[in-house]
């Protein structure tokens, strides 16, 4: 299965504001390692850039005069991305932006042209409730070199949250390993004698149940929520 993890810039916040695509930057995954195929791309937005995400990426309207329009790009854009996984951090966001670019040049959506879309964010919220899930903060719990992010970039994100999703999924790769590698020897294993002594059970504290409680009770109010609008429509 081929990844591809994606991340953009934009001018603002808001796309229903007007707000444009200035920057895509993608890596590329293959069995759960990087291939070093990227793609990346500044963009002329044709607008300016709010003041407050110039802060944060630090393009302005100015800089940006000089690549060319998302219509030019569009084209490989999409072949980079076709037929793969992504994964995006806060997938809405992109997701959003980049198809009402797709739609003005008159190509398809993100989700017609790819075969899944992972949102790290949501997954990273699963796998630790209650924590900040922000790419700074994986990048700190996962133990990822931040240390170049001293401003945001599509390609240095992607790149940073190609290694954090290794990292969050790591576990999946023993499984996988344990379902495609045959028994050699299964009498062997059967008659081999289990020593117990070497099992540690770590019990759960107070605190820990107490989340976790919390957490299935918000779950199922959720799956209720959802159950219920489910049966207007």
């Known amino acids: 299965m081929r990844y591809v993890v994606l991340d953009t810039e934009t001018t603002g916040l808001n796309v229903d504001d007007g707000h444009r695509v200035i920057e895509i930057g993608c890596v590329e995954i293959e069995n759960r390692c990087l291939t070093g195929r990227e793609y990346h791309q500044k963009i002329n937005p044709l607008r300016e850039v709010d003041k407050s995400a110039e802060e944060i990426h630090g393009m302005n309207a100015a800089a940006l005069k000089k690549f060319p329009e998302f219509g030019s790009i569009a084209e490989e854009f999409t072949e980079f991305i076709k037929g793969t996984t992504l994964i995006i951090h806060n997938a809405d966001f992109d997701t959003g932006f ?3 670019e797709l739609t003005r040049v008159g190509k398809s959506k993100i989700s017609e042209t ?11 919220r699963e796998l630790h409730p209650m924590k900040r899930a922000s790419l700074d903060a994986l990048c700190v719990r996962y133990g990822v070199d931040k240390s170049l992010r001293k401003m945001h970039g599509a390609l240095l994100d992607a790149r940073l949250l190609a290694e954090v999703y290794l990292a969050m999924t790591r576990g999946q790769e023993s499984l996988i390993i344990e379902e495609e590698t045959p ?4 009498k062997n294993l059967q008659d081999r004698e289990i020593d117990t002594k070497q099992i540690i059970v770590r019990r759960a504290s107070p605190i820990e149940e107490t989340t976790h409680e919390k957490y299935v009770r918000d ?3 959720q ?6 609008t489910t049966e207007k429509k």
Request: glycine letters at 0%; one cysteine or more; charged letters at 30%.
């Open 98 to 100: 980049l198809d009402t």
């Open 114 to 124: 790819c075969h899944l879309i992972i949102d790290s964010l949501k997954l990273a």
């Open 183 to 186: 028994l050699r020897n299964e």
């Open 219 to 221: 779950l199922l109010s």
């Open 223 to 228: 799956k209720k929520v959802s159950d219920a």
